[in-house]
């Protein structure tokens, strides 16, 4: 390999780290699905560490180059993983609206009471 060359060597070790990165990635997905669905749910209390577990596995994941076989299957992943991302926020965006909203219209009523009561 020439020193302008860069890429993975075909050897079983490098073989088994591609293919627990691109299980990392996976797993990354089914946690992206999770995050959606707690958030659709407004179930905010398990959000914060799945994030955290989903950017370590993502971190591990992106970490260094694939073999260029498996580069285009984890391409097609990442593309995945950027779409329900963008859902995901949008969700979150959705809901503190919602909640801004809420607010807002309970202070409201206790300005109202307040002033009712003076």
Request: net charge neutral; charged share 25%; with cysteine.
């Amino acid at each position: 390999m020439s020193s302008g060359e860069r890429g993975v060597i075909d050897f079983p070790l490098s073989k088994k780290i591609a293919g627990q990165k691109m299980l990392a990635l996976d797993k990354a997905l089914n946690i992206s699905g999770e995050l959606i669905e707690l958030a659709l749910q407004g179930d905010w209390s398990l959000i914060a560490d799945m994030q955290c577990e989903r950017e370590s596995l993502l971190q591990g994941a992106l970490d260094g180059e694939l073999p260029e076989p498996l580069k285009a299957e984890a391409a097609l992943k990442l593309k995945q993983l950027i779409a329900m991302n963008e859902h995901l926020t949008k969700v979150v965006i959705g809901a503190k609206a919602d909640l801004v909203r809420q607010f807002n219209a309970e202070r409201a009523q206790t300005r109202a009471a307040r002033h009712y009561l003076r």
